[in-house]
């Protein structure tokens, strides 16, 4: 008897992700989820500079501002509430000091620039097609950072604007670094503010886009589809009953681990895990013989791993 109705999932046939690998994350929480699993199993990926983005429009100027190099300076920002803010970016780089935060939007911007030309993966994941346009500018931001509402005018993005969105994304892509594969994906996270028949709209909008746009360079991984249809019960979901839970994030990941990661990587994976656990032991006697012999074999297990791959560092 099957129990659970089952996305069909295809292994990858080349260019997956292993230890020589560099992926870059941009996008909503799926993206850090992900991105927290890559980096406890060391896996070198640079996740969200300018915090979680969750629309395209907003990964796409964060993208065409790396590719063109843009300088953040004083007009870029603005006081809010006793913190400086900047509408590309998510509040975690929000800063009680103007030049900090203008500081860290080049630095962050820098950053992406060089992460582009030397990722071998981009994992994009969108949350919402839903945006807020300033009034005052008529450009869409990525973060309201708690400004009136009345100073914007919300909008569904069409089909048909998130595929130009999603081609831009990929043409400016593409015009630093042509051999990178890209991954598409939506949070399944519903954004219930929005409402319930609106956000199922919204989805059905950034699914619909991607679509239009995969081909042989650029794929799509059903992690809405996984927990909508396999995991389609209220025990895999947080307190709020619209997160995920750690269970669900796990089993999510193990999908996307056999569908992305390379054979080769798992025997790696279970060694990295392996000396994670054993970082995380605490011992009943921190003198004792058998202490010491646990510290020096796993002393060695990291200095095995990094002999192999020396970026990785615990």
Same mark, same amino acid.
């Given at each position: ?10 292994? $990858? ?41 969750? &629309? ?17 300076? *004083? ?14 970016? &998510? ?13 860290? +939007? ?9 992460? +582009? ?37 919300? *909008? ?55 679509? $239009? ?11 809405? *589809? ?12 947080? *307190? ?40 995380? &032991? ?6 004792? $013989?058998?202490? $010491? ?22």
């Amino acid at each position: 008897m099957n129990l659970q109705t089952k996305i069909p999932l295809k292994k $990858q046939s080349k260019n997956q992700i292993d230890y020589n690998s560099n992926v870059l994350l941009f996008g909503s929480c799926f993206s850090e989820n992900i991105g927290k699993k890559l980096d406890y199993f060391k896996f070198q990926n640079l996740q969200n500079p300018f915090g979680i983005l969750f &629309h395209p429009k907003a990964i796409e100027t964060l993208i065409s501002n790396a590719v063109g190099n843009k300088i953040y300076s *004083e007009g870029d920002v603005f006081l809010n509430n006793e913190q400086w803010h900047c509408y590309d970016a &998510h509040s975690k780089l929000s800063n009680t000091s103007k030049n900090y935060l203008i500081n860290q +939007l080049n630095e962050q911007i820098d950053l992406t620039s060089s992460k +582009l030309k030397r990722a071998s993966h981009i994992i994009i994941t969108f949350g919402t097609a839903w945006v807020y346009r300033d009034i005052k500018t008529d450009s869409i931001v990525a973060n309201c950072h708690k400004v009136p509402q009345k100073l914007f005018k919300k *909008e569904l993005l069409s089909v048909q604007e998130i595929t130009n969105s999603l081609k831009n994304i990929l043409s400016l892509i593409r015009s630093v670094n042509n051999d990178v594969l890209v991954v598409f994906t939506v949070s399944p996270i519903r954004h219930t503010k929005d409402g319930f028949v609106q956000n199922t709209q919204s989805k059905a909008h950034l699914i619909t886009a991607i679509h $239009q746009v995969i081909n042989n360079q650029s794929f799509y991984f059903p992690s809405f *589809e996984i927990m909508m249809d396999e995991l389609r019960d209220y025990r895999f979901y947080n *307190e709020d009953m619209i997160h995920p839970n750690q269970v669900a994030i796990n089993y999510i990941w193990d999908k996307f681990k056999t569908v992305w990661i390379s054979d080769e990587s798992f025997k790696v994976m279970e060694e990295v895990d392996t000396i994670q656990k054993g970082l995380k &032991h605490k011992p009943f006697n921190l003198k004792s $013989q058998a202490h $010491q012999k646990f510290l020096q074999n796993l002393e060695a297990k990291k200095n095995q791993i990094h002999s192999h791959f020396p970026h990785i560092v615990f």
